[in-house]
């Protein structure tokens, strides 16, 4: 007797092979990339023993409710899983699988990629080139701000925090200062200094956000937070755009308060194409694509489906997250 599972999206074909060969499970498949209807996603759910969903799909009350009491695991596609309500999910005994670490590595590469993109202003320039704005070499024209000799500050120096700080120490980065709930040994390994979020905010000329988003961290970047900061700083996030007020984030850019900007995630995803931050040369944004590398998705899929099959069969995930 096969067990249903519901796969909200098309995903890459390995962790969709894993599946259909565990002899396990019979898969139902959204196949699409468009997201799950939510119509479509309650049905999906109804009946299924496993469910193996996208960071964009709101699994809540409304679909546990559907799922009823057959559902025993969910496997996110991700690392991150602020969508999941993950009480209600805990008192009704369902495992949650997710993705950590494979994706740690094309994370960090993005951030570091969207830092040098902001801080070197490289989408303004290159519409520079397009647009007939390059007029000659300009000792004063499209100057940017460099790694070499700064301070960088990371908040949220967990698995991805420190893969960030370890690719930018090469680049010259004087001190690295890191803040978040707890001091962490691994610091050590970037010469990482532990400071109050004041004293980083005070001093780094980069700052990068790579927490969790949890009751704490949700609007962490406001008004009072972007004050604080450097008006040469740049900004960087590559976590969950709830971390920002994006409010807050337009006045401190088009105010002059700090010098750029550059998002991975913002909130609403995706933003509206008219949307005023999308106006401002000083911010660079990308479509949350992070751990978007070939081999990175693969595995992330892999992974994901690995973790379903565990949780369907009663035996160890290779990553459950435990809370
Ligand atoms: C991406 O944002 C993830 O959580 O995997
Ligand atoms: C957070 O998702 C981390 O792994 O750093």
Redesign the pocket.
């Known amino acids: 007797q096969l067990v249903k599972v519901f796969v909200t999206r098309r995903i890459p074909q390995e962790g969709l092979k894993v599946l259909s060969q565990s002899g396990i499970c019979h898969v139902q498949l959204w196949d699409s990339d468009e997201p799950v209807p939510q119509a479509e996603l309650l049905k999906g759910v109804s009946g299924a023993r496993g469910l193996l969903c996208l ?1 964009s799909d709101k699994i809540d009350q409304e679909v546990l409710d559907a799922a009823g009491p057959d559902l025993k695991v969910i496997s996110t596609l ?3 899983f602020d969508h999941l309500a993950i009480e209600d999910i805990r008192n009704r005994g369902i495992r949650v699988g997710y ?1 950590p670490d494979v ?1 740690t590595d094309a994370t960090a590469e993005l951030t570091v990629a969207l830092l040098l993109a902001t801080a070197r202003r490289i989408p303004e320039a290159v519409a520079e080139v397009k647009n007939g704005g390059w007029s000659t070499w300009k000792p004063l024209w499209m100057c940017g701000y460099g790694l070499s000799g700064s301070t960088v500050g990371v908040i949220g120096l967990g698995r991805i925090g420190l893969a960030i700080a370890k690719r930018l120490k090469p680049f010259g980065v004087k001190r690295l200062l890191y803040w978040g709930r707890t001091p962490k040994p691994e610091a050590s390994e970037v010469e990482g200094e532990f400071v109050p979020l004041d004293a980083l905010l005070g001093e780094s000329d980069f700052v990068v956000v790579s927490c969790a988003l949890t009751p704490e961290t949700q609007q962490l970047c406001s008004k009072d937070f972007f004050g604080k900061m450097k008006k040469t700083a740049v900004f960087v996030n590559s976590s969950r755009g709830a971390v920002v007020n994006q409010e807050d984030l337009y006045e401190a850019l088009s105010s002059g308060q700090i010098a750029a900007a550059g998002l991975d ?1 913002t909130t609403p995803e995706p933003l509206p194409p008219d949307h005023p931050l999308l106006k401002l040369k000083n911010c660079v944004i990308l479509p ?1 694509i ?2 978007a590398t070939y081999s990175t998705r693969g595995i992330m899929s892999v992974l994901a489906a690995n973790n379903l099959l565990a949780g369907l069969m009663g035996g160890k995930m290779p990553s459950e997250l435990v809370l």
Do not use: A, E, K
């Open positions: 960071l991700s690392v991150g993705t994706l995630v949350h992070g751990s």
